[in-house]
């Protein structure tokens, strides 16, 4: 009977770093309708009015090094995925006064500002990317920084944004086993 408590210690550590490893290394499962978005002038944007391009998104603070030094990699990225019918929106819930300087450090991105709180729609960890196809389905999703104009992410995004709601779904099942 010693090696209960001893046991279920391990349980609750196991759990613990599960629960933590979710909330913070895995993207969430968002629902984009859901979010109020503006343009930083303050007009309404709806995503769904983009449906028609390849949406990356991706959320991010200015407080946040890893997000600012990524901008740039986004904003060539953004460049050489144009003409693949791409379009870059990064949304942050900071004041829009604290994001306008970014349109001219990185103008191809769709800088946007949401209403709620990053982590009312359980966005835990900065930055964090999704592509979205012409169907809306969550094609690809990372958590943390990467090298976007790498010629390996380019290609792994032209073939997320490809990705059928089907092909996903069978994806992202076989993930959460």
Known sequence: MKWVPKALLVVVVILAVAFFYNKYRVAP???FTS???S???GKPVNLQDLKDKKRFINFFATWCGPCMGEMSSLNQAAAILQKENFVFICIS???VEQ???LQEKAPRLLILHSAK???QID???LPTS???NHQSAITFKKTGVLNWESAETIEELKEAAQRSEEHTSELQSLTNL
């Open 93 to 95: 819930d900071e004041p």
């Open 35 to 37: 979010i109020e978005l």
């Open 117 to 119: 709180k990053l982590a």
């Open 130 to 132: 999704y592509v979205l």
């Open 39 to 41: 343009d930083l002038d």
């Open 99 to 101: 994001l306008k300087f």
């Open 29 to 31: 499962k968002i629902i």
């Open 123 to 125: 966005v835990a960890t």
